[in-house]
């Protein structure tokens, strides 16, 4: 009967639908006589307490399943459950800036509430691929080992792929400190409690909070807010963008975002498939990424964080965000544990925009470095055991000359800044420095 009426009528009935619990099944209920649209927002009324936030996730047989933004404590067959919003969305502007917040964006660090007057959804339309400008100015992340071997432009999306404990943390709140770009949204996703403030305090510093937003969901939170957290920082980034301004977007971590989803998903009622992971965690990782780029107002350049567990680059998620993404930090544990910080695989990091934004000498530069760290890696064996001589093969031998040059390039100090230009400088006359000693290979030839 309710598919008959108008349209305008239908939206009067869902502003005053409700319903009740008639069931609860792990961390979901189900609600009869409730048609309210997936991804609604609802309110279940519990008696001698607040009422309780949840989201619709899904429909089974002729029962609404929802999904509370808390625990079930207090919920009873019978609850009443009402529409609160039919779409999910935050209140933005720029009092954010400076401020922790948490998925809802309300600010959590104990300062007053800024006035926020604008308000855009959670899930925006996406635009279409024919608006996106090309990616052609580069922007520094004051990062000496990207910048120079992996540069980044305004509006790509890469991802770091690092397992635990190889300073995944450090390298972002690096980025967050001395890019130059004009505002940072940091987005931590599923972060242990005590991590968040060691992160804006030691990380990310005072300097470099002023100019960032810090969206928080720890992992205590429910699956929704860890979702719900990674579109709360895209669309504080959009709202920046559309104002004009260069945006640096870091999600730590979107492998805890994916997580949540499988919680979600497999609440709902979702078959597992790909190592346990339902399909719609699939389907959400490129409606998230693709919300990043450029447009003809500003960029967001996103820098998506991927915990590679026991440092399987094959496995589903680390997989299908290589896919996804215009290329990838390696963050390497054999690195960290020499303590070669940050711990960056030249080798297996890749920039896939880096001809686009790099001059030929400066490509030609990083294509040397290249060859040298090879040479090296490849004959690393022979090198530790002490079989390799010299003058055997000059390559080597001017790689293994040039190594504590190449790695003070590569490696940098927490508090160390360095800017795009001078760090292409310093890559240029490196590797003339290295054309040099390799142009006798050359004339013998």
């Not at 509430?113 to 400008?133: D, G, N």
């Not at 450090?170 to 005590?194: F, H, K, N, P, Q």
């Not at 399909?279 to 107002?297: H, I, M, N």
């Amino acid at each position: 009967m309710t598919s008959q009426l108008p349209h305008h009528v239908d939206g009067a009935i869902l502003a005053g639908l409700t319903g009740s619990v008639v069931q609860t099944v792990g961390l979901t209920a189900a609600v009869a006589d409730f048609p309210a649209p997936v991804g609604a927002l609802v309110a279940i009324e519990r008696p001698s307490q607040a009422d309780l936030e949840a989201q619709v996730v899904g429909f089974r047989d002729k029962q609404t399943l929802i999904m509370p933004l808390n625990n079930l404590d207090g919920i009873r067959r019978g609850s009443p459950v009402r529409l609160v919003r039919t779409t999910r969305s935050l209140r933005v502007g720029d009092g954010l800036l400076g401020r922790v917040v948490d998925s809802r964006g309300r600010c959590i660090d104990g300062r007053p509430q800024p006035m926020l007057r604008q308000r855009l959804p959670l899930e925006p339309t996406p635009i279409a691929p024919t608006q996106r400008p090309r990616i052609d100015t580069p922007l520094s992340t004051g990062v000496s080992a990207i910048d120079g071997l992996l540069t980044c432009g305004r509006g790509q999306r890469l991802g770091i792929f690092a397992g635990s404990g190889v300073g995944k943390s450090v390298l972002l709140g690096m980025m967050g400190r001395y890019t130059e770009a004009d505002v940072s949204v940091i987005a931590l996703i599923g972060e242990r409690g005590r991590e968040v403030n060691e992160f804006i305090q030691r990380e990310l510093g005072s300097e470099g909070l002023k100019r960032s937003v810090v969206v928080v969901a720890t992992s205590n939170e429910p699956a929704l807010l860890r979702v719900q957290a990674a579109y709360a920082a895209t669309t504080i980034a959009e709202y920046f963008q559309a104002a004009g301004k260069d945006v640096l977007l870091v999600m730590d971590s979107v492998t805890r975002f994916a997580l949540a989803q499988r919680e979600i998903g497999l609440s709902a009622g979702e078959p597992p498939t790909t190592r346990g992971f339902p399909p719609s965690t699939f389907s959400r990782l490129p409606q998230l990424v693709e919300r990043a780029g450029r447009t003809d107002k500003g960029s967001i350049t996103a820098f998506y964080s991927v915990l590679v567990e026991g440092d399987d680059e094959n496995e589903p998620v680390a997989d299908t965000m290589r896919g996804l993404l215009d290329g990838h930090v390696w963050l390497s544990r054999r690195l960290a544990e020499r303590g070669h910080y940050p711990a960056i695989d030249i080798l297996r990091s890749i920039s896939r925009l880096i001809n686009d934004l790099a001059s030929p000498h400066e490509r030609d530069a990083a294509q040397i470095l290249r060859r040298l760290l090879a040479v090296l890696q490849e004959n690393e064996d022979l090198i530790s055991i002490g079989a390799y001589r010299q003058g055997t093969n000059r390559e080597l031998d001017v790689a293994v000359a040039m190594k504590p040059k190449i790695d003070e390039l590569l490696q940098q100090q927490v508090g160390q800044q360095t800017s795009l230009a001078e760090t292409r400088e310093a890559l240029v006359q490196l590797a003339q420095v290295c054309q040099q000693q390799l142009t006798p290979i050359r004339k013998a030839s």
